[in-house]
């Protein structure tokens, strides 16, 4: 598929992508990640026990080692950074045939941080001017729905 695409120009370059659509990208072989992103020894344990795919899988595994997850923090036995760890998010990857489970969410954490910024889900994107406004937003679909009226056509350039 890469190779039909490079033969007719063709190039996935997307002006502005959702949170939602980042999200979705290949966690491996990203396409804003720079060289030296990936390590394939290292990230063996991510892709084959942890079945890491896409971005949302990285951000997921890499939660419990965020300095702001409450939800570790107000549990009995919270995250703590080390091999042994017995938090129920270490237990589980565990069971998953994973042997250092802190390891592997710094490892995500990493990859997720080298991603550029313009393809990154912690960047918010600029405002482009151009999006509708929520209440313009309901009107057209108050409009397509009823078949009446008139529908603005959306500028924005987010996809
Ligand atoms: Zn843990
Ligand atoms: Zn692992």
Redesign the pocket.
């Known amino acids: 598929m890469l190779k039909i695409a490079k033969k007719y120009n063709v190039s996935f370059a997307p002006i502005k992508l959702s949170k939602n659509l980042k999200k979705q990208l290949p966690a491996w072989c990203h396409l804003g990640a720079p060289p030296k992103t990936y390590n394939k020894q290292r990230d063996t344990c991510l892709q084959n026990n942890h079945k890491a795919q896409k971005i949302k899988h990285l951000i997921k595994i890499s939660k ?1 080692i965020s300095p702001n997850n409450n939800e570790t923090t107000n549990d009995n036995k919270k ?2 950074p080390r091999r042994n ?3 129920k ?2 237990i589980k990857d565990r069971m998953k045939g994973c042997e250092n ?2 390891k592997c969410a710094t490892i995500a954490k990493e990859i997720l941080n080298k991603i550029n910024p313009k393809l990154n889900t912690k960047m918010k994107p600029k405002k482009d001017g151009l999006s509708l406004t929520h209440n313009r937003k309901e009107k057209n679909q108050q409009a397509h729905e009823r078949r009446r009226g008139e529908i603005i056509f959306d500028p924005t350039i987010t996809t």
């Open positions: 419990k995250h703590y760890c017995a938090c998010y270490c489970p802190h």
